[in-house]
Each structure stands twice: as C-alpha cells, then as structure tokens.
C-alpha cells in the first residue's frame, strides 16, 4: 500500500472507530507498518486539515470526527479532471478559496500514473486572475455565510463614500468578474449586493441571522443589475 492509500484507509479507520480513540501501536500493527510511519502520517492528516485528534494518558489514543470528513468517494477519470480543473480556475481571492485549493491538492494526490499527470497538465493551462479582496474580510465574509450570522461591514461605494452597515448574508453572487455578498441590509432596511473588494473591513457580531429568500434579495440589490433578470429565474424553488 502507497502512502496515499494509507493516508485515506487511516482516516477510514479512525472513522469507523469513533468515538473510540485508536492507539498509534494498533495502526501500525493494522497497516503493518512502523509506529514512526503511523506517527508521520497521522501528523499529515493534521496538517492538510484533516479534524484528527490524540488524547493522552491512559484509554487515549488518535480519533477523529465523523461529522467533519465525508465517506469516500469514487469519481472516473474524467470527473477527477473536472473537479481538479474547476478547483484550479477559483480565483485564489474568491470566497472560500483556501478550501478550493485543499480540495484540488487532494483530488490530485488521489491520482497515480498518467491520470495524475494528466490532470495536473490540464490544471497548470488554467489561468485565473486574483480580485483585490482582502484576505480578511474574505474569511469574515465566508464565516457570516456558512454559519449564518450577522456582518458589521465598513463598506465604500463606487462613487468613493464609505458608510457602516450591519448585515443578515443570504448568500453570494459572482457576475461580471466580481463577488458579491448578497444580504439584507439593517440601515437600508432592504436587500443590497456588497462587492467584496469595497468592502474595507468585516466584523462579525455573533448574533445568528434571520433567514432571507436569497433571489428576492438579488432583485432588490445594486448586484442584480449584473446579470440579466432571467438568470435570477433559477434562484427561485419551483412552488
């Protein structure tokens, strides 16, 4: 077994035994390899991300939560490709683009022989050009979304004019080159599209949102003046 290979039946493992914490002796006696390699490994998996864990003293051991890693996955060559090629065109300014470019690093490895190199080769011809956003209010701004909470912007508007504003995020919209932070705006008391290179600084305030209907709010927002009004007929649910 290659390393890789190891690295995912590791996580595996742990996943299939957690809660309970696995003792680095009983890896290695598991993947039939030194407690040295099973202590780099385990180190690997806790560098690219992976939420393992140890516990020291007596009944300790290495865990992992299942609640943060997905089942394996089988994809064909071709969807390897796909995604690797997707993950490598995100803007590395864009939201969530720390995630994109672990992702890719993994699809990558995943691969051996000629469908490694071939999806390599095909993401080294994709060019993306990063966006000015700046790196915290991105990670503010991918918090507020993910989890839903309220947003204190510092924001400047294209005529120059910097205003406060608190805001409920209901999602974002890239058009045009450009990623918006599509959320209800508290002082304007309606929905409003913030570009998130304007956005000069992002706090959050840890009071959870309400929920808001995401293409409602793109059609009362200067964003939605990006896109054509047709291209919003799919944010809809069918009644």
Same mark, same amino acid.
Request: net charge positive.
């Given at each position: #077994?290659?390393?890789?290979?190891?690295?995912?039946?590791?996580?595996?493992?742990?996943?299939?035994?957690? !809660?309970? !914490?696995?003792?680095? $002796?009983?890896?290695?006696?598991?993947? @039939?390899?030194?407690?040295?390699?099973?202590?780099?490994?385990?180190?690997?998996? #806790?560098?690219? =991300?992976?939420?393992?864990?140890?516990? !020291?003293?007596? *009944? =300790?051991?290495?865990?992992?939560?299942?609640? #943060?890693?997905?089942?394996?996955?089988?994809?064909?060559?071709?969807?390897?490709?796909?995604?690797?090629?997707?993950?490598?065109?995100?803007?590395?300014? $864009?939201?969530?683009? =720390?995630?994109?470019?672990?992702?890719?690093?993994?699809?990558?490895?995943?691969?051996?022989?000629?469908?490694?190199?071939?999806?390599?080769?095909?993401?080294?011809?994709?060019?993306?050009?990063?966006?000015?956003?700046?790196?915290?209010?991105?990670?503010? /701004?991918?918090?507020?979304? +993910?989890?839903?909470?309220?947003?204190?912007?510092?924001?400047?508007?294209?005529?120059?004019?910097? +205003?406060?504003?608190? /805001? @409920? !995020?209901? *999602?974002?919209?890239?058009?045009? =080159?450009?990623?918006?932070?599509?959320?209800?705006?508290?002082?304007?008391?309606?929905?409003?599209?913030?570009?998130?290179?304007?956005?000069?600084?992002?706090?959050?305030?840890?009071?959870?949102?309400?929920?808001?209907?995401?293409?409602? %709010?793109?059609? *009362? +927002?200067?964003?939605?003046?990006?896109?054509?009004? $047709?291209?919003?007929?799919? %944010?809809?649910?069918?009644?």
């Amino acid at each position: #077994m290659n390393r890789t290979a190891r690295l995912y039946a590791l996580v595996e493992e742990l996943r299939a035994a957690a !809660p309970r !914490p696995l003792t680095v $002796a009983a890896l290695a006696a598991r993947f @039939e390899v030194s407690t040295r390699t099973v202590q780099r490994d385990l180190q690997a998996l #806790m560098e690219s =991300g992976v939420p393992v864990r140890t516990t !020291p003293g007596r *009944g =300790g051991g290495w865990t992992i939560d299942p609640a #943060m890693t997905l089942p394996p996955m089988h994809f064909t060559a071709d969807e390897a490709w796909a995604l690797a090629a997707a993950l490598a065109a995100a803007d590395t300014a $864009a939201p969530y683009a =720390g995630a994109a470019r672990t992702a890719y690093q993994k699809i990558t490895a995943s691969l051996t022989g000629p469908a490694s190199a071939a999806a390599r080769e095909l993401a080294a011809r994709i060019v993306a050009l990063p966006s000015r956003t700046d790196a915290a209010v991105r990670a503010a /701004v991918e918090q507020a979304v +993910s989890d839903n909470k309220v947003l204190r912007l510092s924001y400047v508007d294209a005529a120059g004019r910097e +205003s406060d504003r608190v /805001v @409920e !995020p209901a *999602g974002l919209l890239t058009a045009d =080159g450009w990623w918006y932070l599509i959320a209800w705006c508290r002082i304007r008391r309606a929905g409003r599209g913030f570009r998130l290179d304007r956005i000069a600084a992002a706090a959050p305030t840890g009071e959870q949102a309400r929920p808001h209907d995401l293409a409602e %709010l793109l059609r *009362g +927002s200067v964003a939605a003046g990006a896109v054509r009004p $047709a291209a919003l007929a799919s %944010l809809t649910p069918p009644p």
